[in-house]
């Protein structure tokens, strides 16, 4: 079937005709084959390289089904899990640069958390101010990461709808600048938003920020000391509008 040569990444005439193990070159499948051929329903997961020109460099990931036909013959069924082993892969190297992420905020944060206490004990208060403030600059980092992982989930799940209305990307920008100021702060820089508003635009706003947020974390965290970040935002001469994060640093 069309389907099926997709999976296989086969052309007709490198299928039909042939023995399973020429056509396929699997030895696993053929081994599955044979199950089914004598009288056993057998499972499996196999990966094909796709030998068609062009795409030598890439892997299908099949899970295969062999069924006795109840007529010395048998069925082969195949489902492409391609795309849910490379997602099954993101989210692994996700979660274990999560988990190497969390380490230095949380470490920080108990540090800070353990000074502050042992200075209050002594009576002395005169750092708290500037400790709590490093507090919650690491706070807004795991906030960060948090609704990044949220994301993930969201759009493994599929399920994020679109919501459209007007409003001014001049103050989401500002919004987004405000919100990551003490990051930047923290290694002597800060965040400009350049452009005046009101410039009126028509889209998701939560999306767009969200979008913009993950940008302006990145250029803070990776920006040379002192370095500072922009934020353009621009009426462009076909009508549309541009925002561009801007930074500085490696």
Request: with cysteine.
């Amino acid at each position: 079937s069309p389907a099926c040569r997709e999976i296989l990444a086969r052309e007709v005439d490198d299928l039909r005709g042939r023995p399973l193990i020429e056509a396929t070159v699997d030895h696993r499948l053929e081994e599955l084959a044979r199950e089914a051929l004598n009288g056993t329903i057998s499972r499996g997961e196999i990966s094909l390289r796709d030998l068609r020109p062009g795409h030598s460099d890439e892997m299908r990931h099949v899970q295969v089904t062999a069924a006795p036909d109840g007529d010395d013959g048998a069925w082969i069924l195949l489902r492409d899990l391609t795309e849910v082993v490379r997602l099954r892969q993101i989210r692994t190297e996700f979660v274990d640069n999560l988990s190497h992420e969390l380490r230095t905020p949380l470490s920080t944060i108990r540090l800070l958390a353990e000074t502050i206490g042992g200075a209050a004990a002594k009576g002395d208060v005169s750092g708290v101010a500037s400790r709590s403030a490093k507090i919650e600059v690491e706070v807004l980092h795991l906030v960060q990461m948090a609704d990044e992982m949220l994301d993930l989930a969201t759009l493994e799940a599929g399920e994020i709808p679109l919501r459209k209305a007007e409003f001014d990307l001049v103050t989401l920008a500002e919004e987004v600048a405000q919100r990551f100021t003490p990051v930047a702060a923290q290694h002597g820089g800060g965040i400009d938003v350049i452009g005046t508003g009101p410039l009126l635009i028509t889209g998701d706003r939560d999306r767009l920020r969200q979008a913009v947020a993950n940008l302006v974390h990145n250029a803070v965290k990776y920006s040379r000391e002192g370095g500072r970040v922009e934020l353009e935002v621009e009426r462009l001469s076909d009508g549309g509008s541009k925002i561009a994060v801007v930074d500085h640093g490696i």
